[in-house]
Each structure stands twice: as C-alpha cells, then as structure tokens.
C-alpha cells in the first residue's frame, strides 16, 4: 500500500505552482499531496503520483441534484530553458482529474532535486431550474474605477508623507502626485472603512479628519500606501520580493487591513528560502499569522544544515533563532554537531559587530583628537575603555570641584558633555555583551549534548572556553558521559533526547 504525505513542499497561492523538494529522496509508490488551494469555492489539493487535481471537500445531496459542474484542468512541469510538459484535460462526471507521465520524464526538469508544477484549474458551473432547465450562472464582473471617476465622486482627500515632518508642511504640491517622499490620493470613505478598520474609526470620529474630508498620514512610504490603496479597490498588485512584501505588511498592519495582510502572508509563503526564512518568521510572528509560522517551520525541520550556513540566520532575531535551535520533529539522519556550530558561529557574528562598532567609536575619537590642537592626543594603543573609565572618574572629581570657585574649574562645559557621551556609550557596550552573553546561554542550554559523539564532547565541547564556563554545563556535559556509557539504556529528559522524536 503506497504511504501518503500530506502538505508536502511548497504550494504559492498566488499562481499555483506546486514546488516539491528532494526530489531523489522520494521513496517509490508514495502518494504526496500539496496543501490545498481554494477554486470555485471548493478546497482542492495536487496530488503526486498520478498526477491528480481533485476536490477534498465534502458536498450534499442537494449541491449534487441542483447544479453540475465540469472542471478543466491543466498541469505544467516547468523548467527555465527548457520547453514544458504540457498536459490538459476536463471532467463532468467527478471531482477529480489525472494524468500520467513517466519517472524518465521529470528526471530532467529537476532543478537542484526539486520538481516544480503549474496549476491551472477552471470550474464550469451551471445551476438547473425546475421550470427553465439548465440556466448558466452569471460570472461576476469586477467594479471599474477611472481616474477621473475619483476625482469627480471623492469624497475624502488622503496626503501621505514618508517622513514624520512638521504640521506646516505645505500639501498642494502633492496634488495628483506619488513619489517616494508624499503623495495625495482621491478617494471614498466607504471604500476605505470597509477595508480599513482604521479609516473606519477616524471616519466616525468627529475629529477634524471627518468634518473636513481629509486625512494625513505620516510615516508611511506613500509607494506602499499606494499599492494598500490600489488592493482596497480590487486592482492587481505587483510585490517584488520579500522584503518587499514585509514591507507592504507592516503598512497593512498598521491600517487593519486584514486581506491585503493574508494575501502578503500568502505570498511570503510561496518565497520561503534559507536566505529570508528569518525574515519571513519574525513577520509571522510580529503579525500573528500561524500558517506561516507552522511553514517556516516545516522548511526548518527539511532544511536546517542549509539554513545554518546561511548570513540570515547569523543576523536573525533572538526569538526566532531560539525557536529555530529547539526544533525537532527532524527526519533521517540527524547531526547535532550543526546545531551546536550554528549557536557559536552566530555568537561569534554578535561579538565581532559589537567589535567593529568600538573600532568606529574609536576613530571617531581620535579624529576628534586630532582636530582639538590644544589638547593632548591620546595615543593609539590607549584602549578605549579605559580611557572612557578614567573620563568618568574626573567628571566625578569635577562635581565634587564645583563647590569650589568657578575660576578653578579646569574642564570646559564641552568636554564635559564629551565624556558624559563616553560613559554612555561605555554604558551601552556593556549592556550590549551582557546581551549577547545571556542570548548565547539559552542557545546552549537548548543543544542536545547527549546525542553527541564522545569524541566531539570531549576534543571539542569541552575545549571552548564560552561553553564550558556557562553555569550547569558541565553538568550536563557530565551527564552526557554517563548517558554514553550505559549506552542509551538509562531514561533522558524530554530535551535531551534525538531530535526526531516530536513535541507535543
């Protein structure tokens, strides 16, 4: 009996396209299925191997005698360069349709182990009258909106401004305009207030931006706004990337938008790659969308040695790379050795940002020096933070000279702001170290030090000095010992144990 995969690879709603990854490691008769997609008010999912389009949704009685359906279908694997295999075809009898290729066939449209397949899926519907017989339903036509129709039939004037600027900012040069600093949009209330929980609430205010039909927003990048503005009124938007689209979430976000945030989320869930899955995870997480999150995820557990190696996961946030190191679920062979190099490769990122940022403060120090003629260079190989000490310490003995005349103060009111500035910043590296010290400790707790090999605990575990002078570590690693010694028989905690066992 062949095994069936659910919600395998990546499906992008935007288009349908259905992306399955590692390829060779699918075993032969299995079944995958995609996540579903929605057609004609109807759940349906690609299914491999066959290949089928068929409908998981349940239907009544009533649905089956008082219309008919016939779907057509047209699949597409896809390959740049290459010229696709094309297969078309219809249904009126069932909710499913199939086509059949060779293995021999796909073997060449791989790209990197992934196979990649278009989706085109059109249902026919037509509904059946007792008296009239069978009667086409009517396909409903968007509404058409041009330019001069907003100006015309207006009723709320929206200025954007990228920049939070000053009140008295003039807006008539906007007028009719978008550009990447301000922007001025005709539009309608009800429009607005039906898409934006936040238009909604400023239009039934009472404030001035209801009594006088007009609205101004700032710090918004009005392109973005724009494209928010052009999605309410049902028009096609173009995202570039990523970024991009994150971009556009957190506009959305701001103004309540909940459909253009699903569709963006929607969008980043087709993107998903090792290079921006960080990205796309704090978004879910910053924006509460679990679909995404529960993806980003999945590509982890498929992913992760590829991830690691990638500058996205160096530079990504503490949350989510605390969530990422905890993950298990995994499948196959399973190396810990990679989760345990990650956290240190990423430690070492951390510290030698901080590191190049007291290399800036200092020569901005010494350029200060050397334009200041009288007053005494410090030399070079002055480390900075004692310098900053000593700083700290004469500003202390200045205050306790203030009681003193005024004649015999010998620091000027600059250099005192000077050195405060010192201290500061000597305040802000600490706090920064100390961050990453704390943010390193969670990381490490969170390896599964008993599923390593004796050799690595013990040439290089128990080497690194950051590892070993964490408080409990060596207990753990201990125990790691100990576990290896009577081979596994002895009971593990739950956060010990292989990765491949599943949360709950």
Request: hydrophobic content about 35%; overall charge neutral; glycine content about 4%.
């Amino acid at each position: 009996m062949s095994k069936v995969h659910e919600n395998v690879g990546l499906f992008n709603e935007c288009n349908h396209k259905w992306t399955i990854p590692e390829w060779s490691k699918i075993p032969l008769k299995a079944i995958l299925n995609s996540q579903g997609f929605n057609v004609g008010n109807h759940e349906w999912t690609v299914q491999h191997i066959g290949i089928f389009v068929m409908s998981m949704g349940k239907y009544s009685t009533s649905d089956k005698g008082d219309s008919t359906e016939k779907i057509k279908v047209s699949l597409s694997i896809i390959k740049s360069g290459m010229k696709s295999i094309d297969k078309e075809g219809g249904s009126s009898y069932g909710r499913e349709y199939q086509k059949v290729t060779t293995l021999q066939n796909l073997q060449k449209y791989l790209t990197n182990d992934r196979l990649t397949l278009s989706i085109g899926l059109a249902i026919e519907q037509k509904n059946k009258n007792s008296l009239d017989g069978p009667r086409p339903y009517p396909k409903p036509q968007p509404l058409k909106f041009y330019d001069q129709d907003f100006k015309d039939f207006q009723d709320v004037t929206i200025h954007v401004f990228k920049d939070e600027i000053d009140e008295s900012e003039e807006i008539e040069s906007t007028e009719g305009l978008t550009s990447d600093e301000k922007a001025t949009i005709h539009s309608h209330k009800f429009i607005l207030a039906a898409e934006s929980p936040w238009f909604r609430d400023i239009f039934l205010s009472g404030m001035k931006e209801s009594t006088e039909n007009e609205v101004k927003i700032r710090g918004v990048d009005p392109i973005i706004f724009q494209l928010i503005f052009d999605f309410s009124y049902g028009r096609n938007i173009y995202i570039n990337d990523s970024t991009h689209c994150i971009n556009i979430l957190k506009v959305a976000d701001r103004f309540q938008s909940k459909r253009i945030k699903d569709y963006a989320f929607s969008c980043l869930r087709a993107q998903i790659n090792k290079s921006n899955i960080f990205d796309i995870w704090e978004a879910s997480d910053l924006y509460d969308c679990d679909e995404t999150r529960a993806l980003c995820e999945e590509n982890m557990k498929s992913s992760y040695p590829d991830i690691f190696m990638s500058p996205g996961w160096l530079s990504a946030n503490d949350k989510c790379a605390i969530s990422a190191i905890k993950i298990d679920g995994l499948q196959g062979i399973i190396d810990e050795t990679r989760f345990y190099k990650a956290v240190l490769a990423r430690r070492e990122f951390a510290i030698q940002a901080v590191i190049n940022l007291r290399k800036a403060k200092e020569k901005e120090s010494e350029e200060k020096i050397a334009k200041a003629p009288h007053v005494t260079p410090t030399p070079s190989n002055v480390n900075i933070y004692e310098e900053i000490q000593k700083e700290a310490k004469d500003i202390k003995e200045d205050d306790k000279d203030n009681s003193c005349n005024s004649d015999t103060q010998t620091k000027t009111e600059t250099e005192r702001l000077e050195r405060l500035e010192n201290i500061r910043w000597e305040k802000y590296i600490k706090e920064e170290l100390e961050a990453i010290q704390k943010h390193f400790e969670i990381m490490i707790r969170n390896i599964r030090f008993h599923q390593m090999e004796t050799e690595f605990l013990a040439n290089t575990v128990r080497k690194e000095r950051a590892v070993m002078q964490i408080p409990g570590i060596k207990d753990i690693i201990f125990e790691a010992y100990r576990d290896k010694t009577f081979l596994g028989k002895k009971e593990l905690s739950k956060k010990y144990k292989s990765r491949s066992i599943e949360s709950k």
